[in-house]
């Protein structure tokens, strides 16, 4: 986290140099709040994750589209149209589907968990708010490096790297702190200054079955019943936040 958030923050940084001639408080900011509740919410996902399954934590976090309704109607006080809320319950009832073999007992890192799930919806909120007040491009960059600090602070916390310096896989680190983490964090915040928190909440639902696709296609993984279920309950879903959430 603190390194691919940090290679990110760089490349924003170098890339859109011109931007930050610009930068004022407002930017400052919304990139710092921003920054800190995506921070937190990769921390206590990577809490988390240290005692629940991949699986189950996907599905957790997953929920950060239940969050962001009432995130958003304390940010904005403006509710959801009944279409967004249709769309919100048809996406939860395909994560359901989608992770049926995760269970739902409830341990610590469960509660790590869903804590990042609340962060995450956070931030999308916040996101929305920044990007529509503030240079999106400029306020990625700060959302990095929020991120990054967050992540220096734990790795500090901790002693130290969990691997020397020379273990270091560099390039799975560059391809995520480039591809994974400054290009999508770059069109993440500007897309989300033209749409409504709720829309790209369930729009993020996609990810398992973009996933899950991806496997088939890729590596010939097959997809369960109730994976198919649940891919065609979320992808009512967003077809529903589109149609009738305007």
């Known amino acids: 986290m603190a390194l691919r958030f940090s290679i990110a923050a760089i490349l924003i940084a170098l890339i859109y140099a011109k931007r930050f001639t610009r930068l004022n408080r407002t930017a400052i900011r919304d990139g710092f709040i921003t920054g800190a509740f995506m921070g937190a919410?990769?921390?206590?996902?990577?809490?988390?994750?240290?005692?629940?399954?991949?699986?189950?934590?996907?599905?957790?976090?997953?929920?950060?589209?239940?969050?962001?309704?009432?995130?958003?109607?304390?940010?904005?006080?403006?509710?959801?149209?009944?279409?967004?809320?249709?769309?919100?319950?048809?996406?939860?009832?395909?994560?359901?589907?989608?992770?049926?073999?995760?269970?739902?007992?409830?341990?610590a890192g469960?509660?790590?968990?869903?804590?990042?799930?609340?962060m995450f919806a956070c931030q999308v909120v916040t996101t929305?708010?920044?990007?529509?007040?503030?240079?999106?491009?400029?306020?990625?960059?700060?959302q990095s490096a929020v991120a990054a600090a967050v992540g220096w602070i734990f790795v500090g916390a901790r002693g130290g790297l969990s691997v020397p310096w020379s273990g270091i896989p560099w390039?799975?680190?560059?391809?995520?702190?480039?591809?994974?983490?400054?290009?999508?964090?770059?069109?993440?915040?500007?897309?989300?200054?033209?749409?409504?928190?709720?829309?790209?909440?369930?729009?993020?639902?996609?990810?398992?079955?973009?996933?899950?696709?991806?496997?088939?296609?890729?590596f010939g993984e097959g997809m369960s019943g109730h994976e198919i279920l649940g891919s065609a309950a979320i992808l009512l879903g967003v077809l529903v936040a589109e149609v009738k959430g305007r």
Not at 110 to 118: M, N, P, V
């Open 41 to 107: 919410g990769y921390l206590t996902q990577a809490i988390g994750l240290t005692t629940v399954s991949s699986p189950r934590s996907a599905f957790l976090t997953g929920t950060a589209v239940i969050f962001v309704p009432f995130v958003d109607r304390f940010v904005s006080k403006l509710g959801v149209t009944r279409g967004e809320g249709m769309a919100v319950a048809l996406v939860f009832v395909g994560l359901l589907f989608f992770y049926a073999d995760a269970g739902l007992t409830f341990r």
């Open 110 to 118: 469960d509660l790590w968990t869903l804590a990042g799930a609340l």
């Open 128 to 142: 929305n708010v920044a990007a529509r007040r503030s240079d999106p491009f400029v306020v990625s960059g700060i």
């Open 171 to 218: 390039g799975r680190v560059l391809y995520f702190g480039v591809v994974a983490t400054a290009f999508i964090l770059v069109l993440q915040t500007w897309a989300l200054g033209k749409t409504k928190p709720v829309r790209a909440g369930v729009i993020y639902s996609l990810e398992p079955v973009f996933a899950a696709v991806f496997a088939l296609t890729c």
